[in-house]
């Protein structure tokens, strides 16, 4: 009953926040070039880290989590045109895994945008994924929008290929969070040009969405919330106005400002992560901006988890849908230095930590 409520309640915020967010068709016109951009909004589900544990056997609460986005974004009005899933839809990588998540989103009825994260990626190298899913990195365009969707999950090759025995090991140890013999997540020479032909016959004043799976900057390396060549991504992006960067891997929510770029985290709907600045004492660089969502209750299920849509009207408007927790909500809209959480941003305003621990 209490999800049934909490589901219209955010239909009913989701509604407002769409009304409120109508400028005045000069300023979109300003704002967004030449061509005035058609309002639409799309919806971001990631990390679902489907787990095999034995034959037709997975973990269950995270089937249920992802079973919960799909079945949520089949409510929503307006539909939104598309979803981005991204990354890490399987654990380890198995076909048993992407079958079995494949099956729990069957009645999404929109198209999904797949990303690739690096859980789907260290078995097969990519088998999988583009036999039945998608290329491992693409663009396109929507509404006046350009895309680009990025294998942001790549390292050295004597890592890849040379240095575990099997495929299996391999997996493995990509799949560790704090893991010694880990190796940075980098985009890599071959697509960092592919990415720079694609871009070049796009207009500077065009709006870019980047999709990738880990952030494109460097917050902490110990756990892989990092992207080796990131400086270099945002070199080939700096010319651009309008580059927003949506990512899904670090499981909370994050988002930052580098030059003309905005970076928003997605929710896992598997589980989340602390914030390496309140678990280890290592130097990170957790965004300053970043407004820390309230410490998830481990005696609530589905605290921390979570989905979210974004409204793109000549800025982005992105509701993070939070379960068992207060949704959240950070916008960028033209004029704004940096993205700003809406009701929260002011320290004065923020939900106090849970104290029960
Ligand atoms: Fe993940
Ligand atoms: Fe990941």
Redesign the pocket.
Known sequence: MRNAIDRRTFLKQAGALTAAASLPFGLVNVAWGKKPTEKFTFAYIS?AHITQIRGTEFVANFDKGLQRAALELNFLDPKPDFVVFG??LAQLGKREEFEHGRELMKDVTIPIKWVI???DYYLDLGAYWQEHMAPLHYSFDHKGVHFVALNS?LTHDEWTFRRWPTAQERMHQMARLDNPDGSPFMVKAEQREWLKKDLAKVPKDTPIVILS??PLYKIFRPWNFWTDDADEVQAILKPYQNVMVFH??VHQVLYNQIGTITFNAFMATAWPWPYPVTYSQLPNKVPEITVFMNRADPFKERDGTGWGNITMDGGEIHHYELWENTPRTVEKMPGMKYPADTKFQDPKSRIPAQTQY
């Open positions: 990390d990354g890490d994260g690096e859980h999950i799976h880990s899904g891997h």
